[in-house]
């Protein structure tokens, strides 16, 4: 049981380049969370997911977007790069509304040239 | 979700215990308070929560007062694996789309 996983672990990016990552999770949970975190700070929600097929915007979405094609799998895309979107992203992921407890991923650290 | 507000940093010897205390004088009777922790580099680890009783578990003990107007993280017996950032946060439960808000937290150092 791995728990949540995240693909790349660090990236170097070019302004304007796009990229895609990649959240998995093994506990079959419903609700998954795309965060950032900026040097110093908390975490903020980017995206989330109620399920299979379903997002919904957070507090940052702009410059992102997502899908949850799969279950176990929710990915979050930069179309175009931007220096401001340099920082550390955390997937988490929790089982049922009823079920608060969030299980976060190890992060990726995007670097936004 | 109310509005916490913990102390920016602790020190505590390793094998004794840490408390770390919380002001939350503004929650509202159906929110919870919750602890997660973040080690250096790494993603935020759940701890511990509670509505108004006293919990414990493998990790941690949460006092919280009467009055629910603050609460203390007790880790029994700290370690030098334990030194990370804690945060209290305190939220309604049952909200999907609610997300986790951290604040400052407090930085636990833990000595040897």
């Known amino acids: 049981n791995a728990g949540v996983t995240q693909t790349p672990k660090f990236r170097v990016l070019k302004t304007g380049q796009s990229m895609t990552l990649l959240c998995a999770q093994d506990?079959?949970?419903?609700?998954m969370y795309w965060y950032r975190q900026d040097p110093g700070m908390g975490l903020r929600l980017i995206h989330y997911?109620?399920?299979?097929?379903?997002?919904a915007k957070g507090e940052v979405p702009d410059g992102y977007n997502v899908s949850r094609l799969k279950k176990q799998n929710f990915l979050l895309g930069l179309e175009s790069a931007a220096p401001s979107q340099t920082s550390v992203y955390f997937c988490?992921?929790?089982?049922?509304?009823?079920?608060?407890?969030?299980?976060f991923g190890p992060g990726t650290r995007l670097l936004v040239l | 979700d109310a509005k916490t507000t913990q102390p920016p940093s602790m020190d505590c010897a390793e094998g004794r215990a840490a408390n770390l205390p919380c002001n939350h004088s503004t929650i509202s009777g159906n929110e919870y308070v919750y602890w997660y922790r973040q080690i250096h580099s790494q993603g935020p680890q759940y701890i511990i929560h509670?509505?108004?009783n006293n919990e414990t578990n493998e990790m941690a003990s949460l006092i919280i007062t009467e009055d629910r107007k603050s609460s203390t993280l007790i880790l029994p017996h700290a370690t030098l694996r334990d030194t990370a950032v804690y945060y209290c946060i305190v939220r309604v439960q049952n909200n999907a789309g609610n997300m986790l808000t951290f604040g400052g937290g407090t930085r636990l150092m833990v000595k040897p």
């Open positions: 506990m079959n949970h419903e609700y």
């Open positions: 509670g509505l108004k």
């Open positions: 988490a992921s929790r089982e049922t509304v009823n079920q608060e407890t969030q299980y």
């Open positions: 997911s109620v399920g299979e097929g379903t997002t």
